[in-house]
């Protein structure tokens, strides 16, 4: 077969379904987007509209760690050199960090959706935003998910963390390395102080044995960070048996 007229065949496939299968089966199995509550009319496996993946918008930060580049809404967790707390203590582990946007509105929903109720599929879309928050011209030789406990990870069925790293890994051509465990069990670290989050983490992490990093310039993924204090000790684990580069 011609490729011009393979080309044409598939072009027009894509035509059939897109206007005649996408709103027939809209017809057989409604849903609804499980953000706005508007009807979905394209076929999709994500269940939300592309209205709702299109709201959340790139994080705008004024304030960023002298050392590490986290970024803050506002300058209050710095000191007067710029440096935030866990690179005045010695204890941040990464070099620098990346994030997309602040961890509210459509953008929470979504992380929410994806986390707790085990939508899979927003996999993707919040694996794009997460690329598009990465530098091009930045090189990793290897992709770490954050992990989680194995107890959690029973509860929870899946590792929010490795499906995102996979994503990424996906786009850049990068494999991924689960080369930190939990070695302890550790309590939420939502509404903890900052000297309890980090006291909450010390010592929840160890490398994992069998998988080679050293050397390596290592980009570990997690779906929400706050302080920190949880990527900082991962990345000291990854970091006592190596000579790498961490970034978050």
Same mark, same amino acid.
């Given at each position: ?38 009807? %979905? ?33 506002? *300058? ?33 929903? %979504? ?52 499906? %995102? ?24 670290? *939502? ?24 050397? *390596?310039?290592?980009? %570990? ?28």
């Amino acid at each position: 077969m011609p490729d011009a007229f393979r080309r044409g065949a598939e072009t027009g496939f894509r035509g059939f379904v897109d206007h005649i299968l996408s709103p027939l089966f809209t017809l057989v199995f409604p849903d609804d987007c499980r953000l706005c509550g508007e009807a %979905l009319r394209e076929l999709s496996r994500v269940p939300v509209c592309a209205k709702c993946l299109r709201d959340p918008q790139p994080l705008v930060a004024e304030y960023f760690c002298v050392a590490c580049r986290t970024p803050f809404v506002n *300058a209050f967790p710095l000191d007067e050199t710029g440096r935030c707390t866990l690179c005045r203590l010695g204890l941040v582990g990464f070099d620098a960090v990346y994030s997309y946007g602040s961890y509210e509105g459509t953008l929470r929903k %979504l992380i929410h959706l994806f986390k707790f109720e085990k939508v899979h599929t927003l996999a993707g879309p919040l694996g794009k935003f997460m690329r598009q928050a990465l530098p091009r011209e930045e090189r990793f030789d290897a992709i770490v998910p954050m992990p989680l406990h194995w107890m959690r990870r029973w509860e929870r069925g899946f590792n929010q963390s490795e499906l %995102l790293a996979r994503e990424i890994a996906r786009h850049w051509n990068v494999p991924v390395k689960n080369a930190v465990r939990r070695a302890k069990a550790t309590d939420p670290q *939502a509404g903890l102080t900052n000297a309890k989050r980090r006291a909450n983490v010390s010592g929840a992490f160890a490398p994992r044995r069998g998988v080679a990093v050293k050397g *390596a310039r290592v980009l %570990l993924i997690d779906d929400v960070m706050t302080t920190g204090a949880t990527a900082a000790a991962c990345a000291r684990a990854l970091k006592d048996r190596k000579s790498t580069r961490l970034n978050s």
